[in-house]
């Protein structure tokens, strides 16, 4: 299972970028001490390392270096504001200062069609295909880099870590698929104006803040930080193996769980493809942890609406950073566990989809506290969406045979969503938990399905 680093480069954008200083908005600061998001794409490829290295690296390397110059601010780092007043900001030297993004080539000995198949797998396995992001001692992080593995006669794996802090999925998914384009551009397979998404829009003055809600939120979090409580006592043994996998909800499923929702429902649920899967991804979830069906006992949902379109007035979609804000769920766990779980998760997502109606902003001091509280809670949170095709990525080996969000498994109870790879896929859900976990998950999921 050996995973070999043949090299590392440093690769800078070009032209050069220009460079500059960016301010954090108050979107970007609650993501400012978390971690990346990262993703694997695999795609086959039946040839030799040597072939892989003079063929396909190159073209790879030099796509990159063309898509960072639109996207130069994921060349620098996040520092300390200068002026000392304890605020955090995007730099980039821009120019000849030597700013690149690693890139990792490695060669993997591991089995690549279980680690791009579906069943579940040792996710530790998938972190030898994610690039970690170069740490320094001056109190700078850096945003981004990417590993290319190779699997010698079978395929390749591009790992991809962008810091949260830099940019949300709509964001993430916008560069890659602009690296993907310039890497057929670079091929000679299309033209740039056939393979390139439009560029970046980079200027966060778009995002006001005129109540100041980046800095006091900042200054919560450093509270926080000098009031932390102290860490939980050592475990007594090693920890469970966690695994991933990936669950299936074909777009006939889909279409028969919205039907039995505004069945059940009385016709008043807002009922998508993305709220009828994380109601029945939540009730499966709810299951796994099993416990007793108290009256007292509410669960826990959590998950992220892009706001983009919904500010007024709406920023492009191309806004490089992140534009997300949190939407709470709740329902009694009697109500979740019950034969009509489904369709009560479904009704409360519908119902805080359509309070955002009322202004997308609303509460929004309020946030970050309320995230903070609901941590003990173990809610369910959800990663990515079927919004962001990410088996649109076309790096000119056809678009790939799995993708997986690795870094679910960071936060306990997080599931990610991804469109399904084929026209009857639907939506594809990823989990990571304990092994015995994830057979009553299975077993859950499966049920759940043939009662439909």
């Known amino acids: 299972m050996a995973t070999k680093v043949l090299d590392r480069l440093t690769v800078a954008a070009s032209p050069p970028a220009p460079g500059g200083v960016l301010p954090l908005t108050f979107f970007d600061v609650p993501w400012l001490f978390t971690g990346p998001v990262e993703r694997v794409f695999f795609y086959p490829y039946p040839h030799t390392a040597e072939q892989f ?6 073209p790879l390397v030099s796509s990159l270096s063309t898509a960072l ?18 605020g955090y900001e995007f730099f980039s030297a821009g120019g000849d200062a030597g700013e690149g993004v690693e ?5 993997s000995s591991d089995d690549f069609d279980e680690l791009s198949g579906g069943a579940p797998r040792d996710v530790a396995r998938l972190y030898a295909l994610v690039p970690q992001l170069p740490r320094t001692e001056d109190g700078t ?3 981004a880099a990417a590993q290319v593995t190779v699997f010698a006669g079978r395929g390749i794996a591009v790992g991809v870590s962008i810091h949260h802090v830099a940019c949300d999925d709509s964001s993430y998914m916008h560069f890659v698929k602009t690296w993907a384009g310039q890497c057929r551009v670079a091929a000679g397979e299309e033209s740039a104006e056939g393979a390139l998404p439009p560029p970046p829009f980079l200027d966060r003055g778009v995002v006001a803040d005129p109540e100041g809600l980046a800095a006091r939120t900042l200054d919560e979090m450093r509270q926080l930080a000098a009031n932390a409580p102290p860490p939980p006592p050592p475990r007594t043994g090693p920890p469970p193996k966690l695994v991933i996998a990936s669950f299936a909800l074909t777009r006939d499923r889909i279409d028969k769980l919205k039907q039995r929702v505004v069945a059940e429902g009385g016709g008043r649920v807002h009922c998508s493809a993305f709220t ?10 709810a299951r796994v942890d099993g416990g007793c069906a108290d009256a007292e006992r509410r669960a826990h949902l ?4 892009e706001c983009r379109r919904r500010l007024a007035p709406p ?3 191309e806004y490089l950073g992140n534009c997300l804000r949190p939407c709470f769920v709740e329902v009694g766990l009697g109500e979740l566990l019950g034969g009509d779980g489904v369709v009560a998760a479904a009704a409360a997502i519908g119902a805080s989809i ?15 506290h309320k995230i903070l509280s609901l941590v003990p809670e173990r809610p369910m949170s959800v990663g990515g969406s079927p919004r962001y095709g990410v088996y649109e990525t076309d790096l000119g080996l056809g678009v790939p045979k799995k993708v997986e969000l690795v870094s679910i498994d960071k936060t306990p109870g997080t599931v990610s969503l991804a469109e399904g790879r084929d026209a009857q896929a639907g939506i594809e859900i990823g989990v990571v938990l304990p092994e015995a976990e994830m057979a009553r998950f299975s077993s859950c999921f499966s049920d759940g399905l043939e009662q439909l």
């Open 354 to 368: 359509r309070a955002l109606d009322d202004g997308v902003l609303a509460g929004a001091g309020g946030w970050f």
């Open 276 to 285: 009828v899967a994380c109601a029945f991804a939540w009730a499966c979830l």
């Open 103 to 107: 890139l990792t080539v490695a060669e």
């Open 53 to 58: 290295t003079a063929r396909l690296l190159p």
């Open 315 to 317: 920023i492009p979609q």
């Open 69 to 86: 110059h639109w996207f130069y601010p994921l060349l620098g780092r996040v520092r300390p504001c200068p002026d000392g007043g304890g």
């Open 302 to 305: 959590l998950f992220s609406v």
């Open 141 to 143: 992080f850096a945003l």
